[in-house]
């Protein structure tokens, strides 16, 4: 069973948002509405009752989502400088073609790493781009499979999301957190030049970084990241979600071997995200919302 289920990114203009995904990277909206009250109180997020959202799904139909719920911009944000979920990635057929189409004349999304072959890493060609709202989204060619690990390959130019990346005060404890409250398991722990991270710290861009993954089964669909020394805490509005990337939801098939804490207790929802499945939220220990599905 692959785990990830969707992503939720906080914009400031639903429409405009709506509108760079369908133009940029072919996702459709399948769902749309107001956060329910109940909901926002599960994430807690009390203020975020009411607000406009979307659910959009990849053009090869993969039931894994984008949901995208409108709120104000937080002026204290910066991307890659704070703990909590820091990026999306997504598998592309071709990354120097998906390059060529968010380079086009009046794209809306900035290009912050281009196409880059990682050394040791062959079965991977990624790019990574940051979008109005400060969301960081990486597109990535999947070449083969890693020795350990099973990995999606796109059947339509942009597909599906595959993996959430975690900035981190301490990862190794957010690796025991994560495989104690969500029920996955540790991959692997790498140190690699991570030129996103030194631009976005101002630190040498050979510089050494330590990220790890974390599995289920041959699955791999987190990444775990150490943030440098000064990173923060991620800085929302009051009651409100955070800015940028802030959820990640994920199927678990043993739900009740799950042992919380949940926000509020799990229940059943509707809607494509959940498909009437119970549903909770959990903080780690850096604040990041992990929202788990029944599977």
Same mark, same amino acid.
């Given at each position: ?13 639903? %429409? =405009? ?5 369908? +133009? ?7 769902? %749309?509405? %107001?956060?329910?009250?109940? @909901? =926002? %109180? ?11 959202? @979307? ?8 039931? /894994?989502? @984008?949901?995208?719920? #409108?709120? !104000? ?14 990026? /999306?990635?997504? &598998? ?17 999304? #900035? ?10 890493? $062959? ?11 400060? *969301?960081?989204?990486? @597109? ?15 059947? =339509? ?10 900035? &981190? ?15 996955? *398991?540790?991959?692997? *722990? ?16 050979? +510089?050494?970084?330590? /990220? ?25 509005? #009051? ?5 940028? &990337?802030? /959820?990640?939801?994920?199927?678990? $098939?043993?739900?009740? =071997?799950?042992?919380? !804490? ?5 229940? $059943? ?21 992990? #929202?788990?599905?029944?599977?």
């Amino acid at each position: 069973m692959k785990l990830l289920r969707a992503a939720t990114l906080t914009v400031a203009d639903l %429409e =405009a948002a709506r509108k760079r995904y369908s +133009e940029y990277l072919d996702y459709g909206v399948i769902d %749309e509405g %107001e956060v329910p009250a109940d @909901l =926002a %109180e599960s994430w807690d997020a009390p203020k975020s009752s009411g607000q406009p959202y @979307l659910v959009m799904e990849p053009a090869s139909g993969t039931d /894994i989502f @984008l949901r995208l719920i #409108e709120q !104000p911009a937080h002026p204290d944000f910066v991307p890659l400088r704070s703990y909590g979920w820091a990026a /999306i990635e997504i &598998c592309v057929q071709d990354v120097l073609e998906a390059n060529a189409r968010v380079t086009r004349p009046g794209s809306p999304f #900035e290009v912050i790493g281009p196409p880059r072959e990682i050394e040791g890493l $062959p079965a991977i060609y990624p790019m990574q781009v940051k979008g109005p709202d400060g *969301e960081v989204v990486y @597109l990535t060619q999947i070449r083969d499979d890693l020795p350990a690990y099973d990995l999606p390959r796109a059947t =339509a130019p942009i597909d599906r999301l595959f993996i959430l990346v975690m900035a &981190c005060s301490d990862m190794r404890a957010s690796n025991r957190w994560m495989e104690t409250h969500a029920g996955v *398991e540790m991959g692997r *722990e790498m140190d690699i030049v991570y030129t996103m991270l030194a631009g976005a710290f101002g630190t040498p861009i050979d +510089e050494l970084h330590t /990220i790890s993954t974390m599995i289920h089964g041959r699955d791999v669909f987190l990444e775990l990241d150490q943030y440098p020394p000064a990173a923060t805490p991620r800085p929302r509005h #009051e009651g409100m979600l955070s800015p940028g &990337c802030a /959820i990640g939801t994920f199927w678990h $098939p043993d739900f009740d =071997a799950l042992p919380g !804490p949940w926000i509020t207790p799990p229940v $059943p929802r509707p809607g494509p995200v959940y498909k009437g499945r119970r549903v909770g939220t959990m903080k780690d220990l850096d604040g990041t919302l992990i #929202e788990m599905v029944e599977g």
